[in-house]
Protein backbone atom coordinates (compact mmCIF):
# COMPACT_ATOMS: atom_id res chain seq x y z
CA UNK A 1 0.00 0.00 0.00
CA UNK A 2 1.01 3.42 0.11
CA UNK A 3 3.32 4.85 2.28
CA UNK A 4 2.58 8.50 3.98
CA UNK A 5 5.46 9.85 5.53
CA UNK A 6 5.23 13.66 8.13
CA UNK A 7 7.58 15.72 8.89
CA UNK A 8 8.43 16.87 11.03
CA UNK A 9 6.68 14.85 14.07
CA UNK A 10 7.24 17.68 16.96
CA UNK A 11 7.16 20.95 16.46
CA UNK A 12 6.95 23.76 19.22
CA UNK A 13 6.70 27.62 18.15
CA UNK A 14 5.67 30.77 19.77
CA UNK A 15 2.25 32.36 19.10
CA UNK A 16 2.59 34.62 16.10
CA UNK A 17 4.66 32.50 14.55
CA UNK A 18 4.30 30.84 11.10
CA UNK A 19 4.95 26.91 10.32
CA UNK A 20 5.50 24.54 7.75
CA UNK A 21 4.30 20.83 7.72
CA UNK A 22 4.87 18.00 5.02
CA UNK A 23 3.71 15.16 4.16
CA UNK A 24 5.26 12.73 1.62
CA UNK A 25 4.07 9.72 0.28
CA UNK A 26 5.66 7.11 -1.97
CA UNK A 27 2.85 6.80 -5.16
CA UNK A 28 0.14 8.64 -7.10
CA UNK A 29 -2.94 9.59 -5.26
CA UNK A 30 -6.37 10.36 -6.46
CA UNK A 31 -7.50 11.32 -2.90
CA UNK A 32 -5.35 14.05 -0.43
CA UNK A 33 -6.80 15.14 3.09
CA UNK A 34 -5.10 17.18 5.78
CA UNK A 35 -7.01 17.04 9.02
CA UNK A 36 -6.41 18.46 12.75
CA UNK A 37 -7.12 16.65 16.15
CA UNK A 38 -7.50 19.15 19.08
CA UNK A 39 -6.01 18.07 22.30
CA UNK A 40 -9.84 16.70 23.17
CA UNK A 41 -9.60 13.96 20.41
CA UNK A 42 -11.85 15.89 18.07
CA UNK A 43 -10.68 15.00 14.02
CA UNK A 44 -11.00 18.43 11.84
CA UNK A 45 -10.77 17.73 8.16
CA UNK A 46 -8.89 20.75 7.23
CA UNK A 47 -8.57 20.47 3.37
CA UNK A 48 -9.77 18.01 0.89
CA UNK A 49 -6.50 18.49 -2.02
CA UNK A 50 -5.23 15.87 -3.84
CA UNK A 51 -3.73 18.39 -6.38
CA UNK A 52 -3.42 22.34 -6.27
CA UNK A 53 -3.59 24.84 -3.61
CA UNK A 54 -6.32 26.13 -0.95
CA UNK A 55 -6.67 28.45 1.93
CA UNK A 56 -8.87 28.50 4.58
CA UNK A 57 -8.16 31.90 6.47
CA UNK A 58 -4.79 31.97 8.75
CA UNK A 59 -3.96 27.88 6.69
CA UNK A 60 -3.79 26.93 3.64
CA UNK A 61 -2.42 23.31 1.32
CA UNK A 62 -0.28 22.58 -1.34
CA UNK A 63 -0.21 19.50 -3.07
CA UNK A 64 2.09 18.76 -5.71
CA UNK A 65 1.04 15.18 -6.83
CA UNK A 66 3.89 14.85 -9.41
CA UNK A 67 6.21 15.12 -6.79
CA UNK A 68 4.71 13.16 -4.49
CA UNK A 69 4.29 15.57 -1.70
CA UNK A 70 1.85 18.05 -0.11
CA UNK A 71 2.53 20.81 2.50
CA UNK A 72 0.50 22.65 5.14
CA UNK A 73 0.81 26.61 6.39
CA UNK A 74 -0.11 27.74 8.91
CA UNK A 75 0.49 31.52 9.58
CA UNK A 76 0.25 33.99 12.70
CA UNK A 77 -0.26 30.42 15.08
CA UNK A 78 -2.48 30.86 18.08
CA UNK A 79 -2.75 28.35 20.76
CA UNK A 80 -6.08 26.98 19.30
CA UNK A 81 -3.89 25.73 16.63
CA UNK A 82 -1.88 23.22 19.06
CA UNK A 83 -2.90 19.37 18.44
CA UNK A 84 -1.64 16.70 15.81
CA UNK A 85 -2.22 17.49 12.25
CA UNK A 86 -2.89 14.22 10.06
CA UNK A 87 -2.42 14.03 6.13
CA UNK A 88 -4.26 10.89 4.62
CA UNK A 89 -4.39 9.63 0.99
CA UNK A 90 -5.64 7.09 -0.79
CA UNK A 91 -5.01 5.48 -4.64
CA UNK A 92 -9.11 5.76 -5.16
CA UNK A 93 -11.33 9.18 -5.49
CA UNK A 94 -13.15 7.54 -2.74
CA UNK A 95 -12.73 7.52 1.13
CA UNK A 96 -12.53 3.23 1.11
CA UNK A 97 -8.86 3.08 1.62
CA UNK A 98 -7.40 6.20 2.90
CA UNK A 99 -3.83 5.43 4.71
CA UNK A 100 -2.79 8.11 7.21
CA UNK A 101 0.63 9.70 8.55
CA UNK A 102 1.34 9.25 11.49
CA UNK A 103 1.07 12.90 12.37
CA UNK A 104 2.57 16.14 13.50
CA UNK A 105 2.70 17.56 16.74
CA UNK A 106 2.48 21.27 17.24
CA UNK A 107 2.68 22.87 19.99
CA UNK A 108 1.86 26.39 20.38
CA UNK A 109 3.19 28.33 23.30
CA UNK A 110 1.41 31.73 23.93
CA UNK B 1 -25.97 20.82 7.56
CA UNK B 2 -24.61 17.35 8.21
CA UNK B 3 -24.28 16.27 11.95
CA UNK B 4 -22.17 13.14 13.08
CA UNK B 5 -22.71 11.80 17.11
CA UNK B 6 -20.83 8.60 18.21
CA UNK B 7 -21.69 7.25 22.11
CA UNK B 8 -20.70 6.74 24.51
CA UNK B 9 -18.13 9.06 24.96
CA UNK B 10 -15.96 7.19 27.31
CA UNK B 11 -16.00 4.08 28.82
CA UNK B 12 -14.36 1.35 31.00
CA UNK B 13 -14.99 -2.26 30.57
CA UNK B 14 -13.96 -5.70 31.97
CA UNK B 15 -11.99 -7.95 29.33
CA UNK B 16 -14.42 -10.67 28.40
CA UNK B 17 -17.39 -7.92 28.46
CA UNK B 18 -19.48 -7.03 25.28
CA UNK B 19 -18.93 -3.62 23.29
CA UNK B 20 -21.48 -1.43 21.70
CA UNK B 21 -20.38 2.06 20.37
CA UNK B 22 -23.40 3.71 18.19
CA UNK B 23 -22.81 6.69 15.46
CA UNK B 24 -25.24 8.22 13.55
CA UNK B 25 -25.34 10.44 10.76
CA UNK B 26 -28.18 13.87 10.38
CA UNK B 27 -28.55 15.86 7.47
CA UNK B 28 -27.77 13.64 4.52
CA UNK B 29 -28.67 10.09 2.73
CA UNK B 30 -27.25 7.23 2.02
CA UNK B 31 -23.61 8.34 3.05
CA UNK B 32 -20.63 6.21 3.28
CA UNK B 33 -19.77 5.26 7.30
CA UNK B 34 -16.17 3.82 8.76
CA UNK B 35 -15.10 2.89 11.79
CA UNK B 36 -11.36 3.54 12.66
CA UNK B 37 -8.99 3.32 15.67
CA UNK B 38 -6.45 5.31 16.99
CA UNK B 39 -4.34 3.32 19.55
CA UNK B 40 -1.74 4.48 22.07
CA UNK B 41 0.22 6.74 19.30
CA UNK B 42 -1.35 8.48 16.61
CA UNK B 43 -2.08 6.04 13.86
CA UNK B 44 -5.34 5.85 12.16
CA UNK B 45 -6.53 2.61 10.99
CA UNK B 46 -9.21 1.81 9.27
CA UNK B 47 -11.89 -1.36 10.90
CA UNK B 48 -14.53 -0.90 8.93
CA UNK B 49 -16.57 0.85 6.37
CA UNK B 50 -20.50 0.86 4.68
CA UNK B 51 -21.73 1.66 1.56
CA UNK B 52 -24.80 0.74 2.36
CA UNK B 53 -27.18 -0.96 4.93
CA UNK B 54 -26.07 -4.44 5.63
CA UNK B 55 -22.90 -3.88 3.38
CA UNK B 56 -19.99 -3.83 5.59
CA UNK B 57 -16.52 -3.88 4.59
CA UNK B 58 -14.11 -5.51 6.88
CA UNK B 59 -10.24 -4.50 6.86
CA UNK B 60 -8.96 -6.07 9.90
CA UNK B 61 -9.48 -9.40 11.47
CA UNK B 62 -10.33 -8.91 14.64
CA UNK B 63 -13.08 -9.84 16.93
CA UNK B 64 -15.10 -6.98 16.70
CA UNK B 65 -17.84 -6.27 13.85
CA UNK B 66 -20.45 -3.59 12.88
CA UNK B 67 -23.81 -3.65 11.75
CA UNK B 68 -25.30 -1.07 9.76
CA UNK B 69 -29.11 -1.40 10.50
CA UNK B 70 -30.34 2.01 9.38
CA UNK B 71 -29.18 4.43 6.85
CA UNK B 72 -27.67 6.70 8.74
CA UNK B 73 -26.90 4.21 11.86
CA UNK B 74 -23.36 2.54 12.24
CA UNK B 75 -22.97 0.14 14.85
CA UNK B 76 -19.36 -1.43 16.62
CA UNK B 77 -19.89 -4.30 18.25
CA UNK B 78 -17.72 -7.11 20.09
CA UNK B 79 -19.24 -9.95 21.96
CA UNK B 80 -15.99 -10.60 24.18
CA UNK B 81 -13.47 -7.71 24.52
CA UNK B 82 -9.73 -7.80 25.04
CA UNK B 83 -7.20 -5.82 26.62
CA UNK B 84 -5.40 -4.72 23.29
CA UNK B 85 -8.96 -3.72 22.04
CA UNK B 86 -8.16 -0.34 23.95
CA UNK B 87 -7.84 2.79 22.25
CA UNK B 88 -9.78 5.71 20.49
CA UNK B 89 -12.90 4.78 18.14
CA UNK B 90 -13.48 7.31 15.81
CA UNK B 91 -16.85 7.23 13.39
CA UNK B 92 -16.38 8.82 10.39
CA UNK B 93 -18.90 9.74 7.24
CA UNK B 94 -18.65 10.83 3.45
CA UNK B 95 -21.04 11.08 0.75
CA UNK B 96 -20.84 8.86 -1.73
CA UNK B 97 -19.05 9.28 -5.00
CA UNK B 98 -15.39 9.91 -6.06
CA UNK B 99 -13.73 13.79 -5.04
CA UNK B 100 -15.33 14.33 -1.11
CA UNK B 101 -13.94 14.99 1.74
CA UNK B 102 -14.87 12.66 4.98
CA UNK B 103 -15.74 14.40 8.28
CA UNK B 104 -15.31 12.42 12.02
CA UNK B 105 -17.58 12.33 15.02
CA UNK B 106 -16.15 13.02 18.56
CA UNK B 107 -14.92 9.88 19.48
CA UNK B 108 -15.49 7.35 22.18
CA UNK B 109 -12.72 6.22 24.32
CA UNK B 110 -12.39 2.65 25.55
CA UNK B 111 -10.69 1.35 28.29
CA UNK B 112 -10.49 -2.22 28.68
CA UNK B 113 -9.68 -3.52 32.17
Known amino acids: GIQVEQSPPDLILQEGANSTLRCNFS?????LQWFHQNPWGQLINLFY???GTKQNGRLSATTVATERYSLLYISSSQTTDSGVYFC????????????FGTGTRLTIIP | SQTIHQWPATLVQPVGSPLSLECTVE??????LYWYRQAAGRGLQLLFY??????ISSEVPQNLSASRPQDRQFILSSKKLLLSDSGFYLC????????????FGEGSWLTVV
Open chain 1, 49 to 51: IPS
Open chain 1, 88 to 99: AVGANFGNEKLT
Open chain 2, 92 to 103: AWSNGGAQVAIY
Open chain 2, 50 to 55: SVGIGQ
Open chain 2, 27 to 32: GTSNPN
Open chain 1, 27 to 31: DSVNN
